[in-house]
């Protein structure tokens, strides 16, 4: 290619709205272009990202023995409501109607379609396993789109789904998935972790996220310095506390603590380290009658230490509250507490309730809580003596730094990622509901075992770029370029040695199946190295007049800081040695 007779449209600066990094950038290199919010006009530098991301994901897929199609962006509602997911899903579900006032959705992901392809298709066990897989647009209505690709309402995923006659089938299905991820992965030439991740609503054991390592990402991931233990925070399990509970020192006191409201000001007030407190946390479920209307609600009460955060997602799997919980409401506290939110604790309550402990508080001995008395605090808080044992203990918390490895293997250590990939193993939730099933060896229906496997074909160039990046604008991997090799002749108009050594090394690249770029705009030095610096492409050629007088041309990678003398005759050989490197 040639650039002039390319689509280069660089900006000096980024728009205003353009937050992160990845965002500035592709909007900078004229990688994108906003329509309207989450939604980009993929322009033709950055569509050239995203057709290699494609090209690596088929070929690996397809190596896995997976087998593409494409599935419809419109989908009826009633194949959503066979799942139920037509009512459940919230608003990020964009629902529209046709001329006919017949119910569709514009899929944010193509369970329900897919599942439908099996029943209709595979009848045996003899046709099984199976894994079905498309590259596809999706779209989610995001209530606040933002930061360019890595949250936008219309993006493209990669969507496989298997479908076995066992459950360990479906693992081994699996199994070939996470492998063929981390190949995938692997030649995107980026920095990730494959983290053990929480499988949601969706159910079961088998979950895997695949991040991309970015100091600004939105997720945290967990990681042991001793093992190759690895989780996201949902996930990552806050390892019971070695020892026997200390005995009691203290005596319990109600002491004044006006206007502190927060564990931390309580503690400072006290001089008592942030981990002697603990925080109360007041949640509520509600039991609906046969008319959709709360018959009962149950309030619930959680003790966290006061350093510590609720991990709301195993909040969630604790019996009671996995039916869905809310925070309860002021009046709801006050109706059990006697007090405002800021001085609650388990001692003298006004209404009984159900109380969960977290590991850490179960062996605390002198600890401080609420008074359930506006400024007031409880001290020197026993079990046992002040109140009674904990019924039930369990891991509430998200993990910290420093935290002893679950797996009994060193200390957890946390950096930040953006999820880029997902697999899990999904069961039979689709297949039961919508009633597809395929006939066994013995000759009786059973329904599919299935696995679900995602990969953000767009988010990724995104999350590529927060990882790869300086000053002067993005740094692309060799496999994700847009263009591997870009050759800047200096003063090509108006020397003729220039224009035919640049003609003729492109010439050579190109026959060798090197994806090169000739800068023929005939642009000043400055800008045309500017450019090309902001775009990322990571090996440049720079032939010049002054150069070829002393048969040298420079070689730089975006990564140098100096370019790098080769004698002209040997510029090809050079450059194709780098790029097998």
């Not at 100091?215 to 026997?244: C, F, L, R």
């Not at 990046?469 to 108009?493: K, L, Y």
Request: aromatic letters at 8%; hydrophobic letters at 40%.
């Amino acid at each position: 290619m040639k650039a002039s007779q390319f689509l280069i449209s660089t900006l000096r600066q980024a728009p205003a709205d353009a937050e992160v990094v990845s965002h500035q950038l592709m909007m900078r290199a004229g990688m994108i272009k906003r329509l309207a919010a989450g939604i980009y006009t993929y322009m033709p530098m950055g569509l050239r990202v995203i057709r290699k991301v494609e090209a690596i994901v088929r070929e690996e897929m397809n190596r896995a023995g997976a087998i593409e199609c494409t599935m419809p962006v419109i989908q009826p509602a009633e194949l959503w409501s066979e799942s139920g997911r037509f009512e459940k899903m919230g608003p990020e579900l964009l629902r529209l109607k046709d001329r006919h006032e017949r119910d569709y959705v514009v899929q944010p992901t193509s369970e329900e379609a897919v599942t439908d392809i099996a029943r209709q298709e595979f009848k045996s066990y003899k046709q099984l396993p199976k894994n079905l897989y498309q590259i596809q647009t999706k779209f989610r209505d995001e209530r606040r789109p933002r930061f360019g690709l890595m949250r936008g309402r219309e993006f493209i995923m990669k969507d496989a789904y298997s479908f076995d006659r066992d459950e360990a089938g479906a693992k081994r299905s699996y199994q070939v998935m996470a492998a063929a991820y981390r190949a995938i992965f692997d030649r995107f030439g980026l920095s990730y972790r494959a983290v053990a991740a929480d499988s949601g609503a969706i159910g079961g054991d088998l979950s895997e996220e695949f991040q991309v390592i970015a100091a600004t990402g939105e997720d945290a991931i967990v990681y042991s310095t001793g093992s190759a233990y690895a989780a996201n925070m949902e996930k990552a399990e806050a390892a019971a506390p070695a020892g026997p509970r200390p005995a009691a020192g203290e005596a319990l006191a109600k002491t004044p603590t006006p206007g502190k409201s927060t564990c931390a000001d309580v503690a400072e007030l006290l001089g008592l380290p942030l981990a002697r407190t603990v925080k109360s946390l007041v949640l509520a479920t509600d039991e609906l009658d046969a008319a959709g209307a709360v018959a009962r609600t149950q309030i619930w009460l959680l003790l966290l230490r006061g350093d510590h955060d609720l991990n709301e997602v195993k909040a969630g799997k604790v019996p009671g509250l996995d039916v869905g919980f809310r925070f309860a409401t002021v009046p709801e506290i006050l109706e059990h507490f006697g007090t405002p939110p800021g001085y609650l604790g388990p001692i003298g309550l006004k209404k009984p309730l159900k109380i969960i402990v977290d590991r850490e508080v179960a062996v605390m001995a002198d600890w401080v809580c609420g008074a359930n008395d506006k400024d007031f605090h409880f001290t020197g808080v026993n079990w046992g003596r002040d109140l009674p044992e904990p019924d039930v203990v369990a891991d509430l918390r998200n993990v910290v730094a420093g935290d002893a490895s679950p797996d009994g293997q060193g200390q957890l250590a946390i950096e930040r990622g953006i999820e880029i990939g997902h697999v899990f193993y999904l069961g039979t939730k689709y297949s039961r509901a919508m009633n597809a099933s395929f006939l066994d060896e013995d000759g009786k229906p059973k329904p599919f075992e299935m696995g679900c496997y995602g990969i953000g074909v767009t988010r990724l160039p995104a999350a590529a770029i927060e990882q790869n990046h300086d000053e002067r604008g993005i740094i692309w991997p060799d496999a994700i370029a847009p263009f591997t090799v870009v050759i800047c002749p200096v003063g090509m108009d108006r020397s003729e040695a220039v224009k035919s050594a640049a003609e003729s090394l492109y010439a050579e690249l190109l026959a060798a199946g090197v994806d090169v770029i000739l800068d023929d705009r005939g642009e000043r030095p400055g800008a045309m190295f500017a450019d090309w610096e902001l775009i990322g492409v990571p090996h440049r050629v720079t032939i010049g007049d002054k150069g070829l007088k002393d048969g040298q041309v420079e070689y730089q990678h975006r990564r140098d800081t100096a370019a790098t003398r080769v004698p002209a005759g040997e510029i090809a050989a050079f450059v194709k040695g780098r790029l097998a490197g």
